[in-house]
């Protein structure tokens, strides 16, 4: 469940506290007349079930509340309450398959900012993925692919073409279009480092490598292994089970590619090159279509779910607890 908290100019503190009570989600409804002092208003508080959260939302933004005063989401890991578990069983729909889309935006508006520390952290996999894969060691491939951040800006990207927001999708692809040519040349920097210390050397790069050649000889195999893990990570974030990015993180190409490419291009194996960023292309455009698509489904699902779904009427005895 999320906590609700509101801050409502008191003409339409009413209004509210209607629609909250007719909400079959809503539940621990709670009205504090005239407590807000900045914005001025009254704070209203209640809990709500994850299924009922987008079209309440939805309602209290049509009420300018977010003009005018504030709403506030808190998710909530632990809720012990009969009342709490009448609203869930309430809402319609299912709690696992309710997607909040303003938890959804927010999440990936701040994880495709362009900042520091993402091309820290992406310039960081790519180089652990460069002595991945001259190593020919799946074990650093693996850790480079749950170290890097590209995920971010690829969830954003799917946000932002399904609720239609250009200034998230120019965010999350200058994220992208900035960020993997920052970290390949860092890791090239690091290839000519370790190669002048001996540790690195073109002869590691062609050998045969069993283990990691897949990296540098994309097929369409590459591509419905991406279009798969663009459907769990969506599905991972709308759903909030992180558990199940984790391995999203871990079955997609992205950063061992592009790490590859850094490498073939420092040693001038530009064929070698050419494979590894058309894997790379590969993974980004499977990702980006099926999680996109998976939002689209999500989207009308839901839309059926809660057109069928009925508020219950206001109670005869409201039970909302005021205090000044």
Not at 221 to 235: E, I, N, P, R, T
Not at 274 to 287: F, R, V, Y
Request: charge should be negative; charged fraction near 15%.
């Amino acid at each position: 469940m999320f906590h609700l908290r509101l801050i409502v100019p008191a003409d339409r503190s009413a209004a509210v506290r209607d629609l909250l009570l007719t909400e079959p989600g809503a539940t621990h409804l709670v009205v504090w007349p005239g407590a807000a002092v900045q914005p001025a208003g009254d704070v209203i508080a209640c809990d709500l079930a994850r299924e009922a959260t987008s079209t309440v939302l939805a309602e209290l933004r049509a009420l300018d509340l977010h003009e005018d005063g504030s709403i506030a989401l808190e998710d909530l890991d632990v809720m012990l309450s009969r009342s709490a578990d009448r609203a869930e069983q309430d809402a319609p729909g299912d709690s696992a398959d309710a997607v909040v889309w303003e938890e959804i935006e927010e999440a990936t508006s701040e994880e495709s900012v362009l900042s520091v520390t993402f091309l820290a952290f992406l310039a960081l996999a790519t180089m652990i993925a460069a002595c991945g894969v001259l190593l020919d060691n799946p074990i650093l491939i693996v850790g480079a692919m749950v170290v890097g951040p590209e995920f971010g800006p690829l969830a954003g990207l799917c946000v932002a073409a399904v609720q239609r927001r250009p200034r998230l999708a120019g965010r999350s692809a200058l994220a992208l279009l900035v960020g993997f040519p920052v970290a390949m040349a860092a890791t090239m920097g690091f290839t000519a480092l370790l190669d002048a210390l001996g540790l690195f050397d073109r002869d590691m790069l062609e050998r045969p490598r069993p283990l990691t050649e897949f990296i540098f000889q994309p097929d369409w195999l590459s591509f419905w292994v991406a279009l798969l893990a663009g459907v769990a990570g969506m599905l991972s974030l709308t759903s909030a089970k992180s558990g199940a990015l984790i391995g999203v993180l871990i079955s997609v190409t992205t950063v061992p590619a592009a790490a590859n490419a850094a490498v073939a291009i420092r040693y001038s194996d530009y064929a070698q090159a050419a494979g590894s960023m058309g894997q790379l292309g590969l993974n980004l455009a499977g990702i980006v279509l099926a999680g996109t698509l998976t939002l689209l489904v999500q989207r009308g699902l839901w839309s059926l779910q809660a057109a069928r779904g009925k508020r219950r009427p206001p109670p005869a005895s409201t039970g909302v607890a005021k205090s000044s």
